[in-house]
């Protein structure tokens, strides 16, 4: 029997291990595939897609789910690219768009897309932890890209590149999400009013001189994560609903300094002050707000508001401020 079984157990090991062999290279090409595929898709999305065939990011439709939006856009930076060197121009989108990135993937956030400069991320649509943690985790990533943003130009300062400043949108609620498109094409994305609002509020950063701008959906939600600030009710353009926006002072876990603390409680009776339509007294508390944050751009965009609706009284005031562009 020696003779007949050695060749055997010869035959059969070599063809468990010839197995084997395949196994480990069909994962390895799956695992080259799915590297490959998440340089140009959010990793979340392609591990959905690859991890459950059934999946409605499969096919084309969608689902409508609660979900936190954030959008970015860097300012004037078509003016920049314009006037920068082509090649050293994308070097540096390039090392701005992988800091970015990886904070909205820490933060379990998904980038649905990048739109020139910009950016479109999500929370809550592949997997969602809450509405809540949703929007944590979105108001967590957009205060760690502002300062990951900050350290960023403190090193292109040093090597004589531009500075580049960002504003972020946030808001929430619910949107479509699915894959919309042909079947020889089809993006997994978002639609709906949410996702227009947050490109919306982020175009309004400038204006108001802040960094982050919250809908109010939103900024009920992240209390809990960060220091909270009323910018406005504004009334966007072309629109007719009211939208109470919010800005983010710094993370909830840190202490307000005095100075903050108080500029904080000065601004809040600034409000009260200007929404009853007592110019004068909103101005001047307004002005007492620069005395604790000098220079701060929202007080004195409320100073010569205030300035200006004391010497032209509106007609009909009802503390909504309407804005004249998109």
Known sequence: MFPILSPTLAFLGSGVGVFVSQVKEERAARMRLRHKMERYVSKNV?????????????????????????????????????????????????????AMVRIIFKHNGTVDKFIGDAILAVWGGIHSEGPQKDAEQAALAAMEMQDALAKLNEGWSTRGLPQLE???????????????????????????????????LEGITKEFGVKIIFGEKAAALVGGVAHLQ?????????????????????????PLGDGVAKYLEIFKTGLVHYQAGRFKEAKNA?????????????????????????????????????????
């Open 230 to 254: 009323v910018v406005d009710r504004i009334q966007l353009k072309g629109a007719t609903r009211v939208i109470q926006a919010y800005t983010a002072l710094g993370y909830r876990h840190l």
């Open 46 to 98: 392609v591990k959905e897609i690859l991890d459950n065939p059934t999946s409605f990011l499969n096919e084309l439709g969608g689902v409508r789910k609660p979900v936190t939006v954030l959008m970015t856009d860097l300012r004037n930076f078509t003016t920049l690219s314009e006037r920068a060197d082509s090649t050293q121009m994308v070097l540096q989108l390039n090392e701005f768009f992988s």
């Open 286 to 326: 307004f002005a007492l707000c620069l005395t604790f944050r000098e220079g701060d751009a929202l007080a004195e965009l409320y100073v010569n508001r205030c300035v200006e609706l004391d010497r032209h009284p509106p007609e009909h005031w009802n503390g909504v401020y309407v804005m004249k562009t998109k």
């Open 166 to 200: 960002m504003g972020v949108g946030i808001n929430s609620g619910d949107v479509i999400f699915g894959n919309i498109g042909s079947e020889e094409k089809m993006e997994p994305t978002v639609i709906g009013d949410v996702v227009n609002i947050a490109s919306r």
